[in-house]
């Protein structure tokens, strides 16, 4: 009897950590990637709608409120010029946001399409692309982008190439590299025994088993994007003044930074708080799509 | 062993020389006649014919590479400078030193305190160390490198004045004074390298953690101090390797960022001027010496791995 | 009577999962006398292995705990230890060994055999010399029958068949004077000639220099040549024990009976027809009060559906057996 009471007392303390763990488990992982989806959406809707409701202009001067502090009326103050911060947040998020996304994007289709050249039809075709694709890693990324951006001239669409082009290597090594190892598969080498032809196969086996890796990678160099997008549009190869984007923001702020450190502060969280949400929604997603992936991307 | 390494030399100076033809195409793509730099927007249209005519610049495409490329190979001599007819081979000389005396002892800061952040991670595992070590480095990893360094600025510099606000000394200088300097640039090369070991690390730890043959030695009563040590450790760190030697990309990329915001005169601040001034000679002489650092660091890598890894080593005999 | 090597009793080992807790191990009681082999026989997830890894208190934590129980080890009851203690380490590889069914995935890639021989006989033998750990590894090497024991220390294990990877395991589980071994599934990944070799290697121990043995198999052959008693799990109990002999000609509970059924036997008409059991094993995170059984019983009454689980009830001559239709059988 005292041992059957001894036990409930177990279960019961058993149950109980049972249901903290599981609230830390919702807490810990499902609540931030939750939290991070919500920012992604917030930004996305605020730098979209926002202007279209409030009268905000991100490059009209007023020189006699240079550098003010934040009021009623800037809400994040002013820059050196006496250019509304907050709306030059909010427009430097729309270029921020759009050129992430379509470089991301671009880099996939790309990617994906000569991934998928080279994984299927071998040869000399498949080595020229995978020997580009060495010869581009080999350069850092940083680098190769920078010069793709010289050649392209300093737009926000020519800067969205060449960080695409920048990125699209890594979806041709994943492609390449996930379909040489499904063609290993059993299964593959079953349908490909029982007469299915190579494009029947690409589509019923190779891109669903491929997906999770994709859409991870994906969402994991949007954020990338925005790194390069901002550490360039820093270092002055980027998007052209006076364009509001938040690196040219904090290439503004950094002759200001004792005098208005805010300048170069708030930009500079918007940048990282972006680039986490994506990094976490990445991980959320490759997690719950496909656990076996984890530590691996 | 030797065939293996002699194959992967071969391999490594086929991709040099892919790259050097590759970098040298790209310029061709870039805007801007550089006869037209080097004499101005003033220059008569005979006097650039000339200019064109005495550096080659008439010859087909291939022909000029022959030429750029055996003059590396055979005399060191990188060309001269289309801005200022200065000789890039020198240029390179005064500069390559500096950044290395920024990016080397933040690459290996970088590793070590990586690969201590991410042990001590995966053995506390779950532990509060752990986690408040884990929200550093995702926020690490998402943080650009211009902005590590502005926010340190801000709050070393302009706040706490323990370092100065930019500018560089050479070590061979004034050690001292490098130091001071150095110290702030250093620590956020260092910073990115930390935070990806740290990860990498740790996820293999755990993964070998959860391996069957660390499940044998605790069943033959191995102490899990040996355990990690001597199982755990060795087996993570042999992928770890590829990411240390990747990591050379990354101080590179830094290079060019941080040289830019701490006004250090590198090869990445001559790099970025070659590309904002389309300073051809300059351009391409930085992107080889870069890329050919890169592939040698890989190379390494690789010839390590046959070291180390008893699996790829016994493969090769 | 024998002296009762290993005892277990009543021992409960769960999982905590996010859906809910798995009784993977549910009051499980047997014991091993000195120089004895049994086998516990059960579907993959029924808790056989779970046990053991009990035993050796090798239970990750978290998500899983041992609640309760009793592990007589020699006399000594190894649940009062802390997982990782001294006391449970030193038991651990010199008093009870385990031998695990992947030998490729159960030796460290990168260390020779050797130098895992020679962690295991130095954590146990704390002082000895290299050369004369060395000198002890090559032992055992000879002693389970490796050919050119000197040349294979220095081998890693890829290097090595799965027949001689598991040799090399068993050389581990002797090479530091354990009296128990468990084997836990040994041969399943290998091939079947290579099977009877390591089977026989075992049995060699318990004969020949007294060993006691747990085999942990799905597989009713093995039982048949080398155990002399059986216990056979189900969803985390034990549901029947006996003697081999009992258990393979007088099978009393619905699912022993099933398990005979879905095996060929030589002496059997030919014509006879396999009967699989039929449905899915239960999940265990949510068992219900009555019989686990229950779902796939073809004898099931409705005293089944309205009682509690059955306990486990002697049938005569030491044979157990948890099960209504046999309770009262012989009085």
Known sequence: MEYELNYNEIQKEAKKKNRQQSLRIFFGRGVTVKLCSAILVLFVVLSLLLPLVMNLDPNSQDLVNRLAAPSAEHWFGTDYLGRDVFARIIYGGRVSLMVSLLAGTFAAAVGIVLGLIAGFFGGIVSRTIMAATDVILSIPNMVFTMIIAAIMGRSVVSLTIAIGIGMVPTYIRMVNGQILQLKENDYVVASTLVGQSSLKILFKHLLPNAFPSLIVLYTINLGNAIMTESSLSYLGVGINPPTATWGNMVSDAYAYLYLAPRLAIIPGICIIVLIIAFNIVGDGLRDSLDPRLRGKL | ?317 | MAKHLLEVKDLRTSFFTPEGEVKSVDGVSYYVEEGEAIAIVGESGCGKSVTQMSVMQLVQCPPGKILSGEVLFDGQNLLEYKSDSKEMRSIRGSGISMIFQEPMTSLNPVLTVGAQLCDIIITHNPGMKKDEAWAKGVQALKDVGIPEAEARMKNYPFEMSGGMRQRVMIAAAIVCGSKLIIADEPTTALDVTTQAQVMDLLLELVEKHGKSLVIITHNLGLVTRYASRVYVMYAGRIVESGTTEQILTNPQHPYTKGLLNSVPKLESNKDEDLVPIQGMPPILSNLPKYCAFLPRCPYATDKCRESDKPMLKDTGNTHFSACYLTEGQNG
């Not at chain 2, 001590?120 to 926020?139: E, F, M, P």
């Not at chain 2, 992928?239 to 240390?244: G, Q």
């Not at chain 2, 941080?258 to 992107?287: H, K, S």
């Open chain 2, 1 to 317: 062993m030797t065939g293996y390494i002699v194959k992967k030399v071969l391999t490594a100076i086929g991709l040099v020389i892919l790259i050097s033809l590759f970098t040298f195409l790209l310029m061709q793509l870039l805007p801007g006649d550089p006869a037209r730099i080097a004499l101005g927007d003033g220059a008569s249209e005979e006097r650039i014919q000339e200019y064109r005519d005495s550096y080659g610049l008439n010859d087909p495409v291939l022909v000029q590479y022959w030429r750029w490329i055996t003059n590396i190979i055979f005399h060191g001599d990188f060309g001269k400078s289309v801005l200022n007819s200065r000789d890039v081979t020198s240029y390179i000389h005064t500069r390559l030193p500096n950044s290395i005396s920024i990016g080397l002892p933040g690459l290996i800061f970088g590793v070590l305190v990586g690969l201590f952040v991410g042990i001590v991670s995966a053995v506390k595992r779950g532990g509060w160390l752990d986690q408040v070590l884990t929200v550093l480095v995702n926020l690490f990893l998402a943080t650009p490198r211009f902005l590590t360094a502005i926010f340190g600025v801000i709050i070393l510099a302009l706040n706490l004045h323990l370092i100065p606000l930019q500018g560089y000394t050479a070590p061979w200088d004034d050690f001292g004074d490098y130091v001071s300097k150095a110290f702030w640039p250093v620590v956020v090369n260092a910073i990115y390298t930390v935070a990806i070991l740290a990860r990498q690390t740790r996820s293999n730890m755990l993964e070998v953690i959860s391996q069957d043959y660390v499940r044998t030695a605790r069943a033959y009563g191995l102490s899990e101090r040996k355990i990690i040590f001597r199982y755990a450790l060795k087996n993570a760190l042999i992928p770890v390797i590829t990411i240390i030697g990747l990591q050379m990309q990354n101080i590179v990329a830094g290079a060019v960022i941080i040289e830019n915001v701490f006004n250090i005169p590198g090869i990445g601040q001559m790099l970025l001027n070659g590309i904002m001034q389309r300073d051809y000679f300059i351009v391409q002489a930085c992107v080889l010496v870069i890329s050919v650092m890169t592939v040698f660091c890989n190379l390494m890598v690789d010839i390590a791995y046959g070291f180390i890894d008893p699996r790829v080593r016994r493969s090769m005999r």
